[in-house]
């Protein structure tokens, strides 16, 4: 119900309010000289405005009697008209009781019924009046209640107590074919419900895309006439007592602006859903619930999934939301974009719209797609995997890389297969109907320090991917299945960015499966067949690191992609690495490399051992040289617990 506001209906509904206090004074004093009610209004426009007067639209909303309206329009006069005001004291023989009481409206006011004020009754149940908390129903005061008076007057607005609950809802402007289609089926299920007089079913929207489902309950209800308004699940109280008061008002409030309910969860806590459901259970009325696949009701209720636009549909979004010029100058990258990150459609609306600003403020200053789009989806899509992972600075290039020719060839052959996953997959149709075995899980095997964790900052570098690194110790718990919770919650969130996914020290968990002797070793077993299954679907590129390869199940490895072993350094390597361990602005004295590189450590070392000297040289306001070396080396070996041998170090001073 939505009260109409154009001018003459305020003044027609005005005159209305005039004729029906004119009404209830003549009954309340019946022995008063009273204008007569047909020179207040005729009788045929009395007929017409009852017709879509706000006090009949209260009638029929709350299905109220002929002395309930009356009893409500009684209250109302008591504010609106004083004449209404001075009756009712008139009536209780006591000019300091200007107000409505039950038993004033039983005595004066026709077809009166005790079961007007009882706690089921739609005065009371709607909240349409309250009762002064005084000893005596017949004799406590009545009042309408602000909001209820407000509509009588034609003013109809949100309930200011749910102002801070609710909130509206912002329809995208496009929608993906998948989008459309739910839309269409939700509309369908409930006008079949309102064309059939049932109760209409609540809809439980599943998926990762909780605006998308918004949108499409927005969009439904509006086709039913209905207008929308969201309320998180956070927000519904917990006691009974506190829920059931926003219950009604909510219900009342639907009533009144003809709007339907958006339950919106943001978690799957036990709490909040127990919450949210014994709220809709009673609420009534078209309602949908976005964000909790889990959610299960008494009330009838029809489920619709709605996920993230596909691939292909995310890159048709792109070219419909950008404009043509805009199309056209990310021509090269946009398809790519579109296959690698995972937006919703109101995200990817929202870039375009960013875009398409900038390009037509100043053309000049559109940024190609690489740091233009493609840094603006980066932005976008990582925040929820900040919180999971370790984000890890990826400023390495391929020149920091000391590997052999066979190692190198391997980690381009890495990056092409993500640079080009969208062409062979998708354009070529490699993925087929399946996403297992799509994923390109890798293994960097090697001791500590041959640069395995260097050799994925530079793939991120490359592909302009952020990198983040799994501390697996973190993720396993004792607990049986939170491990898949914590590594699922890592996937779903990296699925959206398509980040590189580094698990450090994979050992821990993908050791040499032992035989099955207890429910431990079966849970254990169950979590990495979960984390393979994952590994093999997820888009984007996950890294495992080992320092000890042989201890890796072979059913684990031959499910890998790509393996690279990486080799601690020959002399020739470790030449290298050492010629590139002083930045070009570092002081240093005369260094021999060659010496130096016969000192049998990894490149990780290597720069230890460079970084440990500068500070000593620093220190002692000397450039860099073979002593600093030689003590930080000693240094770095006594941490490893590797002492020096003189071979290594004969000759450094």
């Given at each position: 119900m939505n009260a109409p506001m154009a001018p003459d209906w305020v003044s027609a509904n005005q005159q209305l309010l005039v004729h029906e206090f004119a009404r209830l004074r003549a009954l309340l004093q019946p022995e008063a000289t009273a204008v007569p009610l047909t020179h207040a209004c005729s009788t045929e426009h009395v007929q017409a405005l009852h017709e879509h007067g706000a006090i009949d639209q209260l009638t029929s909303s709350f299905d109220l009697s002929g002395f309930e309206r009356d009893?409500?329009?009684?209250?109302?006069?008591?504010?609106?008209?004083?004449?209404?005001?001075?009756?009712?004291?008139?009536?209780?023989?006591?000019?300091?009781?200007?107000w409505a009481s039950f038993?004033?409206?039983?005595?004066?006011?026709?077809?009166?019924?005790?079961?007007?004020?009882?706690?089921?009754?739609?005065?009371?149940?709607?909240?349409?009046?309250?009762?002064?908390?005084?000893?005596?129903?017949?004799?406590?005061?009545?009042?309408?209640?602000?909001?209820?008076?407000?509509?009588?007057?034609?003013?109809?607005?949100?309930?200011?107590?749910?102002?801070?609950?609710?909130?509206?809802?912002?329809t995208a402007h496009l929608q993906p074919p998948s989008h459309r289609l739910v839309t269409r089926q939700v509309i369908d299920t409930l006008t079949d419900a309102a064309s059939n007089r049932r109760t209409p079913p609540l809809i439980l929207f599943e998926g990762d895309d909780p605006m998308a489902q918004r949108d499409i309950a927005a969009r439904a209800a509006s086709a039913l006439g209905l207008g929308c308004r969201v309320l998180n699940a956070e927000d519904i109280p917990r006691a009974a007592d506190e829920r059931s008061a926003l219950q009604t008002l909510w219900a009342r409030e639907a009533r009144l602006l003809g709007v339907a309910l958006i339950m919106s969860f943001t978690t799957d806590s036990p709490d909040e859903t127990a919450a949210a459901r014994g709220f809709l259970e009673h609420v009534g009325g078209t309602c949908f619930a976005c964000g909790n696949s889990g959610l299960a009701t008494v009330r009838p209720a029809r489920r619709f999934r709605v996920d993230k636009p596909a691939s292909g549909e995310r890159h048709a979004l792109w070219t419909d939301a950008l404009d043509a010029e805009t199309v056209e100058h990310h021509s090269a990258e946009l398809e790519r974009t579109a296959s690698h990150f995972r937006l919703s459609s109101h995200a990817l609306q929202a870039i375009a719209r960013e875009a398409s600003n900038v390009s037509h403020t100043n053309r000049a200053q559109v940024p190609a797609t690489g740091s233009g789009l493609w840094q603006r989806c980066r932005q976008e899509t990582n925040s929820a995997l900040d919180a999971l992972a370790q984000r890890l600075s990826t400023e390495a290039g391929w020149d920091d890389l000391v590997l052999p020719d066979a190692q190198l060839g391997v980690l381009r052959q890495i990056a092409a297969h993500v640079r080009q996953r969208h062409v062979v997959f998708e354009r070529w149709g490699f993925a087929g109907t399946g996403s297992r075995g799509l994923g390109l899980a890798s293994l960097f095997a090697g001791e500590s320090g041959t640069g395995k964790t260097l050799a994925a900052e530079v793939l991120a570098n490359a592909l302009q991917l952020d990198l983040y690194r799994v501390d697996l110790s973190s993720v396993v718990s004792k607990y049986?299945?939170?491990?898949?919770?914590?590594?699922?919650?890592?996937?779903d969130a990296a699925e959206d960015c398509g980040a590189i996914l580094l698990f450090d020290e994979a050992d821990a968990l993908f050791g040499k499966r032992s035989e099955v002797k207890d429910s431990h070793d079966r849970y254990a077993n169950i979590e990495i067949s979960y984390l393979l299954q994952r590994m093999e679907s997820y888009h984007g590129l996950a890294i495992l690191t080992t320092n000890l390869k042989s201890s890796l199940d072979s059913a684990f490895t031959r499910r890998l992609r790509f393996v690279v072993q990486f080799p601690f350094p020959d002399s020739g390597q470790r030449l290298a690495l050492w010629k590139r361990a002083f930045p070009p602005a570092a002081p240093t004295a005369t260094l021999d490399f060659d010496k130096l590189a016969r000192l049998s450590v990894t490149g990780g070392s290597i720069r230890n051992i460079a970084l440990s000297a500068a500070f000593l040289a620093a220190d002692a306001g000397d450039a860099i040289g073979m002593q600093h070396l030689l003590q930080a080396a000693h240094g770095d070996a006594a941490k490893r617990e590797h002492p020096l041998t003189d071979a290594e170090t004969r000759g450094w001073t």
């Open positions: 009893l409500l329009l009684l209250c109302a006069g008591v504010e609106m008209d004083a004449g209404v005001a001075l009756a009712c004291a008139h009536g209780h023989g006591d000019e300091g009781r200007p038993g004033l409206a039983l005595a004066a006011l026709q077809a009166p019924h005790w079961s007007a004020l009882s706690p089921h009754s739609p005065l009371r149940h709607w909240r349409l009046i309250e009762i002064d908390p005084t000893p005596g129903l017949a004799t406590a005061r009545l009042r309408i209640d602000e909001r209820i008076l407000h509509f009588l007057a034609g003013i109809n607005e949100l309930d200011r107590r749910l102002s801070p609950l609710v909130s509206t809802v912002d049986i299945g939170e491990t898949e919770k914590n590594l699922r919650r890592i996937f």
